[in-house]
């Protein structure tokens, strides 16, 4: 555990996320074990790049703004929920981007 350990403070002092492990030696084994295990699984350089992404001007010569049917989520299947889903996830890992403008009434499940 201390190689493992001693690999994930250094990863970690590299990104500046030292904070991660402030109350490690607080919890008990099975806790630590969770939290290594989904320290390890963080792509910081994916994390990194994606953050100085944002501060890049974006090229929008080539967008198009398209209508998309209405499609009410209460209505369906498990199936189509993770299509859908993977859709999602897929065109994200694409760099592809989406603006979705959803209408409700006029506020009144949100009390403004």
């Known amino acids: ?3 493992r350990l001693d690999n994930i403070r250094k990863k970690l002092k590299k990104y500046n996320q030292e904070h991660l492990l402030l109350f490690y030696d607080k919890m008990n084994a099975e806790d630590q074990e969770k939290l290594l295990n989904q320290i390890e699984n963080i792509d910081f350089d994916l994390m990194n790049e994606l953050y100085e992404s944002t501060k890049k001007p974006l090229d929008l010569k080539n967008v198009t703004i398209e209508p998309i049917e209405h499609t009410d ?4 299947t498990v199936s189509e929920r993770e299509a859908y889903e993977t859709k999602g996830i897929e065109a994200i890992r694409e ?16 009390r403004t």
């Open 1 to 3: 555990m201390g190689d």
């Open 73 to 76: 989520k209460s209505k369906l």
């Open 95 to 110: 760099g592809k981007l989406a603006v979705v403008t959803m209408a409700g009434g006029q506020g009144t499940r949100l």
